[in-house]
């Protein structure tokens, strides 16, 4: 038994912490030093160190806990993750106002606008008041479970400020600006990939198995809906109510306003779209919802989006600039691709030197040429692109641009076939195609190599240390530490990488191989489908093509991909060289029998924390709920059950004690 003083200890020092960390991330209004704080830590880390009995898993030393992950475990929505309705420009806000008004037949109703934040949604579950799953936003109905990254947040509460409470969230993970030039900073001097902006950065880390590396990033997290949520001592009919109500339980709320009417909100919109610089986090847009809950609930949803919400899109931003040249790079499939070189610009958050001009028809269609002021903004996530000639501003001295008829790398023919846009390299040994498709082999989405960069593979293969991807596996520190820039310390760390390699997820290795038109969401699909290489490469077109979301183009594709000898030599090598390439076993199974069964807790159990409880549910197959509907299989009551009682006495849910709720659990055995 431990000594009561030192139970008591724990509990105040848990206390006092969870106060300074809502202090400093949510409030930002620190009342100790970083000093002070960490002595905290460190005194409850000793103390839970020593007495291993106390820890518990919503302590506030347990952010970074456990083993790395196997493979993401899916959680169902109980509350399905619609996506937003978007307006672009005032005149489809009116709309958006026009059509509420028609379903509701009344005009007295308020908006709540807020920042669209451009991050990844996160999706919380508090049970008993801690936190119990977090998951991302997946289809909308199955998502993925996140909550080992999701709980180094320092801006999530493992616990809630208020006791025993019962809720689901929503709100978004994302890295603010400044953050982010750190975090990319660091990543270039440690000569790792950097990213392509903060979301991508802050997706990227929650999608990780292992929680240290999601520690070692910036990420925030800022809660902007509640989604359901019980309790008789309180009752929020506004999202107003709800967006306070999150911050008293320790959230990190973000700037609102309410209007009351929908010219109140265009001029809000707009006057965002200069002042977006100013905040210290991307945001994309705004988002416009309605205040009051039971419109809400009156207005309903279609299958994809709320009607009582929508996104503001905030138009993208363009730039002009000058071309002072035109070059042609070769891609991994051999593509030949004109870019423009341009005046450096400031876009959207960085600096823009290069724009895609896509293929040759591109450039005639837009009529670039060298020496030409141009218009660009950024397409979609990342690749810059020009949008038109500014042809007023044509001096004479423009230059066209000619596709050039040998490949700018290899010196071969180059050729294009009738149909298509694309001009490609012939030449199948040419470097350019080599270093690309050995570049995409170990870029993050893949096998994500750090330190196996642009000048170290020129080097490799201009050394011929190696030849395509799989021999990266096969060469050892001797090998390194003769080249630029490589010493000691350097070549071991690229050696360790890339053995560290050897056992990444299926679908990133599926990625990895460069299949043509097999993205890393197809991967994913097809990782879905096969257990392994061996059984992708046994597939045929038929098979292929009967999978959502595969076409024909990608199934062909797939299937001359494991015809080709030498890929199928390639494979061999990296078989040989024990890289994994097979789908990692979950662990043992077990029984299924609460299959389709959604459970319900009420009151404190003898037994079993709630979250120990809902672990044991869900690992038997039964889904666990935080409200009573007439749809919940069992209500399971243990002392001091609350309103969840009467409820499900009221809708003739069937009711175990902590008793019959064991006899249940194990009648799988
Ligand atoms: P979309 O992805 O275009 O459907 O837009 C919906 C996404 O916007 C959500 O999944 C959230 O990730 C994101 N979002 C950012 N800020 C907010 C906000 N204040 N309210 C709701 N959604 C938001
Ligand atoms: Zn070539």
């Known amino acids: 038994m431990v000594d009561k003083k030192i139970k008591k200890r724990v509990k105040e020092l848990r206390e006092e912490i969870r106060k300074h960390e809502y202090k400093y991330y949510v409030l930002d209004n620190p009342e100790i030093s970083d000093y002070e704080y960490d002595q905290l830590m460190k005194k409850l880390e000793e103390l839970e160190e020593k007495h291993p009995e106390l820890k518990t898993e919503d302590s506030p030393t347990q952010r970074v806990g456990g083993e790395p992950r196997d493979e993401f475990k899916k959680v169902e929505h109980s509350t399905q993750v619609l996506s937003l309705d978007n307006a672009f420009g005032k005149e489809e806000l009116k709309d958006f106002d026009d059509r509420i008004k028609r379903n509701l037949s009344t005009d007295n109703y308020e908006y709540i606008v807020e920042h669209k934040i451009d991050g990844l949604s996160a999706i919380l579950r508090y049970e008993d008041s801690t936190l119990d799953i977090g998951a991302t936003r997946g289809n909308g109905l199955v998502g993925e479970d996140v909550t080992h990254n999701l709980k180094t947040i320092n801006s999530i509460p493992l616990k809630l400020r208020k006791e025993n409470i019962d809720l689901q969230l929503r709100g978004e993970v994302f890295i603010k600006k400044e953050d982010f030039k750190e975090l990319n900073k660091k990543r270039e001097e440690e000569e790792k990939n950097l990213f392509a902006n903060p979301r991508n950065a802050a997706a990227g880390s929650i999608r990780q198995l292992d929680p240290r590396v999601a520690a070692e990033r910036p990420l925030s997290f800022i809660a902007y809906d509640l989604v359901e949520f019980e309790d008789s001592q309180k009752e929020i009919n506004s999202h107003l109510q709800a967006l306070e109500f999150l911050k008293e339980l320790g959230f990190n709320i973000n700037w609102y306003q309410k209007c009351n009417d929908i010219k109140e909100v265009i001029e809000i919109c707009e006057k965002w779209v200069k002042k977006r610089e100013e905040i210290d986090f991307e945001i994309d847009g705004m988002v416009i919802k309605i205040n009051q809950l039971s419109l809400r609930e009156k207005l309903g949803s279609t299958s994809k989006n709320p009607r009582w919400a929508i996104a503001y899109k905030f138009p993208a931003q363009q730039k002009t600039t000058k071309v002072k040249d035109i070059e042609v790079t070769v891609g991994r499939t051999g593509a030949l691709t004109p870019n423009a070189v341009l005046e450096p610009v400031f876009l959207d958050g960085s600096t823009v030197s290069r724009a895609t001009l896509h293929n040759e028809d591109e450039v ?145 290795l599926i990625y990895a191989l460069g299949i043509r038109h097999v993205g ?105 709920k935080s409200s009573v509907s007439s749809k919940t299989s069992y209500l399971v009551v243990g002392d001091n059950p609350g309103s969840k009682y009467e409820q499900a006495q009221d809708l003739d849910v069937k009711i175990l004690d902590e008793n019959d709720f064991v006899e249940l659990l194990e009648g799988g055995n």
């Open 520 to 624: 890393s969401n197809a991967s994913r699909i097809l990782t879905k489908n096969y257990h392994s290489i061996e059984k992708l490469k046994s597939a045929d077109k038929d098979e292929l093509v009967k999978i959502d979301e595969i076409g024909p183009v990608m199934a062909d594709s797939i299937v001359n991909f494991f015809k080709s000898e030498h890929n199928l030599k390639v494979l061999k090598k990296l078989r040989d060289a024990n890289v994994k390439l097979k789908k990692a076993k979950s662990k043992k199974e077990k029984p299924q029998h609460l299959k389709e069964k959604s459970f319900v807790f009420t009151g404190a159990l003898e037994r079993y924390t709630r979250k120990e409880a809902s672990d044991l549910v869900r690992t038997y197959g039964g889904e666990v």
């Open 364 to 508: 005639k269609r837009k009529d670039v040429r060298i020496n030409d002021t141009v218009l660009v903004q950024k397409a979609g996530d990342v690749i810059p692109e020009v949008v038109k000639v500014i042809k007023e501003k044509r001096t004479g001295n423009e230059i066209e641009f000619e596709m050039p008829d040998k490949c700018p790398v290899c010196g071969e023919e180059v050729y294009r076939e009738e149909d298509e846009a694309v001009t490609r390299c012939t030449n199948i040994s040419c470097p350019a195609q080599r270093k690309e498709s050995i570049l995409h082999f170990v870029s993050r989405d893949a096998m994500d190599i750090d330190g196996v960069g642009p000048s170290l593979i020129n080097q490799l293969l201009n050394n011929d240390l190696i030849e395509d991807y799989a021999d990266l596996y096969y060469l050892n520190k001797d090998d390194l530490i003769e080249l630029e820039r490589m010493a000691e310390k350097s070549s071991k760390n690229v050696i360790e990488a890339i053995e560290a390699s050897k056992d990444r997820e299926l679908n990133r």
